[in-house]
């Protein structure tokens, strides 16, 4: 069962400072994997326990889940993980713009509350704000990953991105992909596996085009 709070509502247009780096990662350098929806965050344990390498930051709009993830991150003495609750459509563009060059180098957006109601499509979590942020961070060759169970999600999402024109399909030009290209689920995504849920995925990679921002005011 989904667990919907309203993005809009007063409380969560509240600004959060997320620190940077160099404050919470054990070593800042590492390139870094941007989760915006983690929810209990299962998907960057087991991730960041793999990937010594990199260093993960997963967001999500329910303190309740962003409490959780923290205490099992702490449990298993992660140190290139953290979790922080916040709205990333009015906290992340601060925090990206504390980034190194070329430090963001993939973000994945994974199912994430539909909306479904047209009145509603503001609540959805990547607004044409969020992916100007994400997209004037990210260096050619960063990774964009979007999954969902629910077409009339995903489809504007994946719309969105491409009317940027700054990010290309993988190289057998491929809209959807069949498999998890991380092969590491998250929770949502084993509940839809367990249903034989229709899944949809897409994955982009950021080319050297310069964004030009008009081209989401409309959007």
Request: with cysteine; charged share 25%.
């Amino acid at each position: 069962m989904r667990q919907h709070v309203n993005p809009l509502s007063r409380f969560y247009q509240s600004y959060i400072d997320i620190p940077c780096p160099e404050e919470i990662f054990a070593n800042p350098t590492f390139p870094i994997h941007l989760d915006i929806g983690c929810a209990k965050g299962q998907f960057l344990l087991d991730f960041s326990s793999i990937e010594k390498k990199w260093n993960f930051l997963g967001l999500d709009i329910r303190s309740s889940l962003i409490t959780f993830a923290e205490i099992e991150r702490k449990k298993l003495g992660i140190d290139n993980l953290h979790f922080f609750f916040c709205n990333a459509n009015v906290s992340i563009e601060n925090w990206l713009l504390k980034l190194r060059d070329n430090q963001l180098q993939r973000v994945s957006i994974q199912f994430p509350d539909p909306w479904f109601k047209k009145k509603h499509r503001k609540r959805r979590v990547l607004q044409p704000s969020l992916l100007l942020a994400i997209t004037s961070a990210m260096k050619p060759g960063g990774e964009l990953f979007l999954q969902s169970d629910v077409f009339n999600v995903i489809k504007p999402m994946v719309d969105m991105i491409q009317l940027t024109a700054c990010y290309d399909l993988r190289v057998d030009g491929k809209l959807w992909i069949e498999e998890n290209p991380f092969n590491i689920p998250t929770e949502r995504e084993r509940y839809a596996q367990e249903r034989d849920l229709k899944i949809y995925r897409s994955i982009f990679y950021r080319n050297k085009k310069t964004l030009c921002s008009s081209v989401l005011e409309s959007n």
